[in-house]
């Protein structure tokens, strides 16, 4: 079983360029992932806002901790790699343990994509797509038929459920301004779908140092708490009174001591002032050496806040050496675990039905 129908088609990766003339994006078809991201500060000078590599080759060598892709088909964590839909109970990789993380061992991160559509001039966009195949994250292919029939058995499945085909457009809709819609539609069978971006922010310069000092501010009144191996408890908690209270604008260090290794959590954007086309206000973070700020909206149930944690000795662009709170993660989502909790939003989708997904990335200075 082929997990890719498009290798068929000679892809490789490439690097593309949206710019209008004020703001540059490189992005590579590997992952959809932004790889540079340059917008200029208070003294009109670009600086690059992304955690990332110069070429393709340290992200095909595995060397990206998720910088700047789009990860699916399920963002964030399944709980031990299991969940059961429509009577069955489907088996996905644990690839960090003891969970299935960002899709499995091979995501949407580590696909080729296909380009469908490339534009330049005033607002640039590159649209990529993919096919995404069922039972994809499975191992039929290692398994004896012995193996396969008790499975069918047992009602279990290897993989995800059913064909979806994806789609994920990158246009710079303003000066200073970049919208990303993600796109996916079931083909034969339910599945549960979420995507999200993944890129590391720091907005005084990829190689300036860690974003403790960045003041953030997320449209969250609630957190969905976490247990030792990060996957929500399912309870709904209210942040005012606790560390993860950032609905009004504070130091990203202020009270990062008192969570463990830093955040790395889902917040409920429940409170958001809407703009048109059901976009609702996520976060504003802003450096303060550079007064470069950006506006995240999203039509998105939740936000992984990550600090990076887990960033440690990443040799990036130019050289940069990258350490633990390096960047900042928005990574705008259905719930973690939402398929295994049935008080979560769902992330299941119909064949035939479309999940959308919208961020809207707008840079100022102030």
Same mark, same amino acid.
């Given at each position: ?16 360029? $949206? ?7 490189? +992005? ?13 500060? =208070? ?5 690059? !806002? ?5 070429? &393709?080759?340290?992200?095909? =060598?595995? %060397? ?6 789009? &990860?699916?088909? &399920? ?18 990789? +644990? ?27 005033? @607002? ?18 290692? $398994? ?37 819609? /993600? ?5 034969? =069978? ?30 969250? @009144? ?13 309870? +709904? /908690? ?43 206000? %996520?976060?504003? !973070? ?8 950006? @506006? ?17 000795? !990443? ?14 993660? $928005? ?5 973690? @675990?939402? +398929? ?18 919208? /961020? ?7």
């Amino acid at each position: 079983m082929r997990e890719n129908p498009m290798e068929d088609q000679n892809l490789k990766p490439e690097l593309f360029e $949206l710019n209008n003339g004020t703001m540059r994006v490189l +992005i590579t078809n590997l992952g959809c992932t932004i790889t540079s991201l340059s917008v200029p500060g =208070k003294d009109g000078k670009l600086a690059d !806002v992304v955690l990332g590599f110069d070429s &393709v080759e340290p992200y095909l =060598k595995g %060397a990206a901790p998720y910088f700047g892709c789009i &990860v699916g088909r &399920v963002a964030n964590r399944i709980k031990d790699g299991r969940f059961t839909l429509n009577g069955i109970e489907y088996s996905l990789p +644990i690839n960090k343990a003891p969970n299935s993380l960002h899709g499995g061992h091979n995501g949407f991160d580590k696909k080729l994509w296909e380009v469908a559509e490339y534009k330049k001039g005033e @607002n640039p966009s590159i649209t990529f797509k993919y096919h995404s195949c069922d039972g994809e994250e499975g191992i039929y292919s290692s $398994l004896s038929l012995c193996c396969l029939l008790l499975l069918s058995y047992l009602f279990l499945a290897l993989g995800y459920p059913g064909d979806v085909s994806v789609t994920a457009t990158y246009m710079l809709t303003s000066s200073t301004t970049m919208r990303l819609d /993600m796109e996916a539609v079931p083909e034969n =069978k339910a599945t549960p779908i979420s995507l999200a971006q993944h890129t590391y922010w720091n907005l005084a310069g990829h190689n300036s140092g860690n974003i403790l000092d960045h003041t953030i501010q997320i449209w969250a @009144n609630h957190v969905t708490p976490v247990d030792e191996n990060t996957i929500p408890t399912g309870e +709904i /908690m209210p942040v005012k009174d606790t560390p993860f209270d950032f609905t009004t604008e504070k130091r990203v260090g202020e009270s990062i001591h008192e969570v463990n290794l830093g955040y790395d959590h889902n917040f409920v954007l429940d409170c958001g002032e809407e703009k048109s086309a059901g976009l609702k206000h %996520a976060a504003k !973070v802003k450096d303060p050496s550079s007064s470069r700020v950006l @506006n995240l909206w999203t039509n998105a149930a939740g936000m992984q806040f990550y600090t990076g944690n887990y960033v440690e000795g !990443v040799v990036g662009k130019g050289d940069a050496v990258y350490e633990k709170h390096g960047g900042l993660c $928005l990574e705008t989502q259905g719930f973690p @675990n939402a +398929i295994n909790q049935p008080n979560f939003p769902s992330v299941v989708v119909q064949p035939g039905e479309k999940h959308k997904h919208t /961020m809207l990335f707008e840079f100022s200075v102030e």
